[in-house]
């Protein structure tokens, strides 16, 4: 089998007393998306926190694109083409949604932020800001401010941003939390699409979401991965109906 394009080893993280994370290896492939899911509390955000460097971990690495990336800076690893989308949003309200993705765009080649107000009239930037904002979906979206987008618009460039990077992997943090039910469903077509693009490490309690998307599942419980498997697999193990899916299987 080719080599995941994102793995962790052993990753081990306590706050305290508290083991949050506790020895999680996983892997990322290729073309698919690898949910992890469990209960609040269980460790998820943590995670994602040490694979894209805001947290150190206490032992254990990350490894991404077959390198070991664990003592490297957030900056240095979304330059290498892994990016986070948020739990709440990280996007400029004030600023047009095309400004939104240029500052992206801007960040994703390097230069400093200085050069921001340059940026529009960047002919390369200003390109790949479009193609981001159309490959998502809301190109013509891109005059209005930021704050008039509804949830699910805002999620979508949320992903546009990210897209900028030309990325290798994502690593989401529950992108369907708010949404309701209309724009959950919008948004699981959407990332359907975008594991052709680059795999998906998607942290979520949508499990409509979840069972409609995910090729592969982990489940979390007090820092420890119980279980790996597929949908089916994770739907009938009797561990994880205890531990956290319990009619939601
Ligand atoms: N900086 C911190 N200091 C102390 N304890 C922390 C810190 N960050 C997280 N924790 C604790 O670590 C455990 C795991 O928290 P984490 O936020 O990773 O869980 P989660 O699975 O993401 O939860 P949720 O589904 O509610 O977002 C929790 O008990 C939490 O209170």
Redesign the pocket.
Known sequence: MADPVLATHGLSKA??A?Q??DAISLELRAGEIHAVI????????????QICGS?APDAGRVEFLGRDVTQESTQARAARGLARTF?TSALAMEDTVLQNALLGALGASGRPWRFFSRASRDAALLDRAEAALEAVGIADLCELRTAELSHGQRRQLEVAVALTLEPKAFVMD?PMAGLGQEGSKRLTGFLDGLRAQAPILL?E?DMDAVFALADRISV?VY?KVIATGSVAEIRRDPLVRDAYLGDEA
């Open positions: 706050f305290g508290l949050a994370s469990g209960p609040n509390g269980a460790g998820k955000s943590t995670l994602i926190a947290l739990q529950e942290v309690h979390l820092g």
